[in-house]
């Protein structure tokens, strides 16, 4: 269980990087929390980490990331039991690199059934994930991805995204002034930047399937 404290900062945190793609600082966390002194800040912190709720991303500033929500305390990105009678079928198009890109697969003879309740409104397809650079979202070699197709993304979102016109990655994303950062969530994986000009978003991750 959570304190109220507790609870509130984990809230703010996570509105803050949904809203800015980017977790609020110390000085902004004393401020809502309306604390004295920062290091109240740094012990709760802690104390959410401690119970799985938070975790430090290595080597950034403001690197705080919710990886968990009290109410069930389950991972953010889940895998979704399949079983289920009210399912839409949506295009299976191929396998996109969770690590290294690789050239992407156009295949658009196969389909895939999904629950209806993982997708809202626009257009969505699946994609096979090959590659272990997103396992720290939750994101693993084999899993299958459900896409929301859409042309831009807010920073922190984890993307499609088309490289020179040829390469396919699923990454986080970034921008930057006229740069882009594909940004692993793997420390083993370093994170790329490119011009702007080079990278097309191709669609937003919404749902994880994975076969047991």
């Given at each position: 269980m959570?304190?109220?404290?507790?609870?509130?900062?984990?809230?703010?945190?996570?509105?803050?990087?949904?809203?800015?793609?980017?977790?609020?600082?110390?000085?902004?966390?004393?401020?809502?929390?309306?604390?004295?002194?920062?290091?109240?800040?740094?012990r709760?912190?802690?104390?959410?980490?401690?119970?799985?709720?938070?975790?430090?991303?290595?080597?950034?500033?403001?690197?705080l990331?919710?990886?968990?929500?009290?109410?069930?305390?389950?991972?953010?990105?889940?895998?979704?039991?399949?079983?289920?009678?009210?399912?839409?079928?949506?295009?299976?198009?191929?396998?996109i690199?969770?690590?290294?890109p690789i050239e992407?697969?156009?295949?658009?003879?196969?389909?895939?059934?999904?629950?209806?309740?993982m997708?809202?409104?626009?257009?969505?397809?699946?994609?096979?994930?090959?590659?272990?650079?997103?396992?720290?979202?939750?994101?693993?070699?084999?899993?299958?991805?459900?896409?929301?197709?859409?042309?831009?993304?807010?920073?922190?979102t984890i993307?499609?995204?088309?490289?020179?016109?040829?390469?396919?990655?699923?990454?986080?994303?970034y921008?930057?002034?006229?740069?882009?950062?594909?940004?692993?969530?793997?420390?083993?994986?370093?994170t790329?930047i490119?011009s702007a000009?080079?990278?097309?978003i191709?669609?937003?991750?919404?749902?994880?399937?994975?076969?047991?």
């Amino acid at each position: 269980m959570l304190t109220q404290k507790q609870h509130d900062l984990l809230f703010f945190i996570y509105q803050r990087i949904k809203e800015k793609g980017i977790s609020p600082s110390f000085e902004e966390m004393k401020s809502f929390m309306n604390l004295k002194s920062k290091s109240g800040i740094h012990r709760l912190i802690q104390e959410l980490e401690q119970k799985k709720f938070l975790r430090h991303l290595p080597n950034k500033a403001r690197s705080l990331e919710v990886i968990a929500l009290p109410e069930e305390k389950k991972p953010l990105i889940q895998p979704i039991n399949i079983a289920n009678d009210n399912v839409i079928e949506i295009p299976l198009y191929g396998k996109i690199a969770a690590g290294v890109p690789i050239e992407a697969v156009a295949d658009t003879t196969n389909t895939i059934c999904i629950p209806t309740q993982m997708i809202g409104s626009g257009e969505h397809y699946a994609l096979t994930v090959e590659g272990d650079s997103m396992k720290n979202a939750g994101i693993m070699d084999g899993d299958t991805v459900i896409i929301r197709r859409c042309k831009t993304a807010s920073n922190g979102t984890i993307v499609v995204a088309l490289v020179d016109g040829y390469e396919v990655t699923l990454k986080r994303f970034y921008a930057k002034g006229s740069n882009v950062a594909l940004q692993p969530e793997n420390p083993a994986y370093e994170t790329r930047i490119f011009s702007a000009d080079r990278i097309e978003i191709q669609g937003q991750l919404v749902g994880l399937m994975r076969q047991y």
